[in-house]
Nanobody, 114 residues
Framework: QVQLVESGGGLVQPGGSLRLSCAAS????????MGWYRQAPGRERELVAT???????KYADSVKGRFAISRDNVKNTVYLQMNSLKPEDTAVYYC????????WGQGTQVTVSA
């Protein structure tokens, strides 16, 4: 089994920053793609950013230039640095890892509000 544990969510004012972390543990040989998705109330889960083992990154248009994804392949950890946060970034953020087989974290709440 593989477990993903997220941390770093919270309440922040518009324009502020947060850094999310997600550590994978368990029966892991290699993680191909790691990423972050988010789901706001009443909306479908959407991709925020992904990163391959080799460092190829992909971002949603809504976060380009504000968010940065990175990973540590030795620690099996993925990070999401979120800057210039907006109220519309408020959502539950989920970590994803593809080994193959897709695994999800439990989610961490990010709230952007004055």
């Amino acid at each position: 089994q593989v477990q993903l544990v997220e941390s770093g969510g919270g309440l922040v004012q518009p324009g502020g920053s947060l850094r999310l972390s997600c550590a994978a543990s368990g029966r892991i040989f290699m993680i191909n793609v790691m990423g972050w998705y988010r789901q706001a109330p009443g909306r479908e889960r959407e991709l925020v950013a992904t990163i391959t083992r080799g460092g190829l990154r992909k971002y949603a248009d809504s976060v380009k230039g504000r968010f940065a994804i990175s990973r540590d392949n030795v620690k099996n950890t993925v990070y999401l640095q979120m800057n210039s946060l907006k109220p519309e970034d408020t959502a539950v953020y989920y970590c994803n890892a593809e080994l193959p087989g897709a695994y999800w974290g439990q989610g961490t709440q990010v709230t952007v509000s004055a």
